[in-house]
């Protein structure tokens, strides 16, 4: 079956950098597309970044753009989000998702991704 795990979340001060990985399973990651959504306490899920399947396209939020950088590993599965110059802001608990078909214009919809990984929590203060 289809598995997504999150690792490498943790503490860190502003301005320092974490490198989170989703290690899936069960389908060919070559084929979905893969994006990584985050969620505050008592905020919604907002959309992080996301990998297009079909064009290879990366789009970020503006929030994070110049800061973070998706991609991906197809030899060993695994979907890696490196986020540099950390800010409290950024705290969340942050998912990996994936689905086999997602339209260019649904990519930063989490109503598209039909697989989810269980969150890695990302906690940024001094």
């Known amino acids: 079956q289809v598995q997504l795990v999150e690792s490498g979340g943790g503490l860190v001060q502003p301005g320092g950098s974490l490198r989170l990985s989703c290690a899936t399973s069960?389908?060919?990651?070559?084929?979905?597309?893969v994006a990584w959504f985050r969620q505050a306490p008592g905020k919604e899920r907002e959309f992080v970044a996301a990998?297009?399947?079909?064009?290879?396209?990366?789009p970020y939020a503006d929030s994070v753009k110049g800061r973070f950088t998706i991609s991906k590993d197809n030899a060993k599965n695994t979907v890696i989000l490196q986020m540099n110059n950390l800010k409290p802001e950024d705290t969340a608990v942050y998912y990996c998702?994936?689905?086999?078909?997602?339209?260019?214009?649904?990519?930063?919809?989490?109503?598209?991704?039909?697989?989810w990984g269980q969150g890695t929590q990302v906690t940024v203060s001094s």
């Open positions: 069960g389908f060919s990651l070559i084929r979905y597309a």
């Open positions: 990998i297009s399947q079909r064009t290879g396209s990366t």
């Open positions: 998702a994936a689905a086999g078909v997602v339209i260019m214009s649904q990519l930063r919809s989490q109503s598209a991704y039909n697989y």
